[in-house]
């Protein structure tokens, strides 16, 4: 599998707000795109140049250029289209490159829009267009891609060691629910993932799981653009999951999540099975009556919304309500909701701008802090590694996890041997923390 056809050779010194200092960057490492720029973004035309959607960008109040900004990309955009002919194509600038892969993929621009553009979902065509035409991903997008092609997950871990978090649990690898652990949790939180089978089986869930055969979901590759290697492991997701006889699958990231129920559908690989997030499993067993906590755990939690589950998916109660139920105190921050502020590590901005997604992460901290909150919980992987780094940049002490290392604490498993036949078979009745 060839994931990079072209990938933009050299990252170049930033250029300044109006896009100059490129000429000092070294050899250009402009590239011609001979493809017709997506036809649909003629939509773009519509931006009345408000720049409202400016002050919602997290990369944009970050790096502070024009070029950065939804605006600004709308108008170099433009700018190609209208240079870009049948025989010559157009040469895609170095800024137009970094402005595009300046994006975490929050979504916040396509919600505030005064005209109804839904810029990211332009934003993601124009990835792919780059991807294309050879412009795109960037250079610094190189190590993660190749870790993809050669281990199976963006980490640069063996892929043998996918599977490693599961040891002693026994799970079958074929049943009606499949745990989609994912490469984060496998690789980068497996206590998270150890902790979601144990709170899965004190539900009373049985639970499979594929093991060492778990290919990546793919979303990664769909937010660079990379369509051809999406498509390989969107096939490769597909028949593992058809293989497994599974009829729910239940995933922790959002990243999964989004993949399995917007993105997989979108390229045609629509899955026959219902994808549920962690997150609304518990909840739905709280409705039922099925589960609940004798005691709460003490301490300030604030909910942090996740931009693909929230904003992109539209999961905002679930977890508030399950956090409601086990712990004593739950706080809102200043921003939620749809107004939930990215943590700053989506898109591939981490690996391409690793100081761009802390600072931006260093924000939600602030918030938390704003708040007096001492934990804060949030249901994605990719939120939990990015806040807690810039909380660790800060030295903020804000305790960050995600929401099923608090159901499991509210549930005292970790007071009892986790996977033992005993949590297995135990009944949801009995579930009282
Ligand atoms: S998706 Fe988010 S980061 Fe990307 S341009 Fe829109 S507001 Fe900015
Ligand atoms: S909010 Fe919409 S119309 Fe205004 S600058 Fe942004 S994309 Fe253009």
């Not at 933009?8 to 070294?26: V, W």
């Not at 240079?83 to 137009?96: H, I, L, N, T, Y």
């Not at 990243?255 to 559908?265: D, I, L, N, T, V």
């Not at 690996?351 to 931006?360: K, Y």
Request: glycine share 10%; hydrophobic share 35%; net charge negative.
């Amino acid at each position: 599998m060839q994931l990079l056809a072209g990938t933009t050779k050299k990252k170049g010194k930033a250029p300044d707000k109006e896009g100059r200092g490129e000429a000092e960057a070294g050899p250009s490492r402009n590239q011609l795109a001979k493809e017709r720029p997506p036809l649909f973004a003629e939509e773009l035309w519509a931006c009345i140049y408000c720049n409202y959607c400016s002050a919602e960008c997290p990369t944009a109040r970050e790096v502070g250029w024009e070029s950065t900004t939804p605006r600004g990309k709308i108008r170099m955009f433009k700018s190609l289209v209208d240079q870009w002919s049948p025989k010559r194509g157009v040469e895609v600038p170095d800024a137009f490159v970094r402005a595009i892969y300046e994006c975490t993929s929050c979504g916040r621009c396509s919600v505030v829009c005064h005209v109804g553009i839904d810029f990211l979902t332009h934003h993601e065509e124009l990835r792919r267009w780059m991807a294309r035409s050879g412009c795109g991903p960037m250079e610094d997008h190189d190590v993660m891609v190749r870790s993809l092609e050669n281990y199976g997950n963006p980490y640069l871990s063996p892929s043998r060691d996918r599977a490693r978090w599961a040891e002693g649990l026994d799970l079958p690898t074929k049943g009606e629910l499949l745990y989609f652990a994912g490469c984060s949790d496998s690789f980068v939180h497996p206590d998270v993932a150890r902790r979601t089978v144990a709170v899965l089986r004190a539900l009373g869930m049985d639970v499979a799981y594929l093991g060492n055969d778990e290919p990546c979901c793919g979303s990664t590759t769909a937010r660079l653009g990379l369509e051809s290697p999406f498509a390989d492991l969107a096939s490769d997701v597909r028949t593992r999951i058809e293989g497994s006889g599974a009829k729910l699958v239940v995933t922790a990231c959002p990243g999964c999540s989004s993949a399995f129920r917007e993105y997989y559908p979108k390229a045609g690989f629509d899955l026959d099975v219902e994808v549920v997030h962690l997150a609304e499993l518990p909840d739905r067993e709280l409705r039922k009556g099925r589960l609940r906590f004798r005691d709460r755990l003490p301490g300030r939690y604030v909910y942090y919304d996740p931009c693909h589950l929230g904003r992109i998916d539209g999961v905002f109660e679930p977890p508030r309500r399950v956090l409601e139920a086990c712990v004593e105190e739950v706080v809102e921050l200043a921003r939620n909701h749809e107004e939930s502020l990215c943590c700053g590590s989506g898109g591939g901005l981490k690996t391409a701008f690793p100081d761009q997604a802390t600072s931006i992460g260093g924000r939600v901290v602030e918030m938390a802090q704003d708040a007096r909150a001492d934990t804060l919980v949030t249901a994605c992987p990719w939120c939990e590694t990015n806040i807690g780094d810039a909380s660790a940049a800060r030295t903020a002490g804000l305790r960050v996890v995600d929401i099923i290392e608090v159901v499991h604490q509210a549930l005292r498993l970790d007071e009892a041997e986790e996977g033992t036949e005993k949590r297995k078979r135990r009944a949801p009745g009995r579930l009282v923390g």
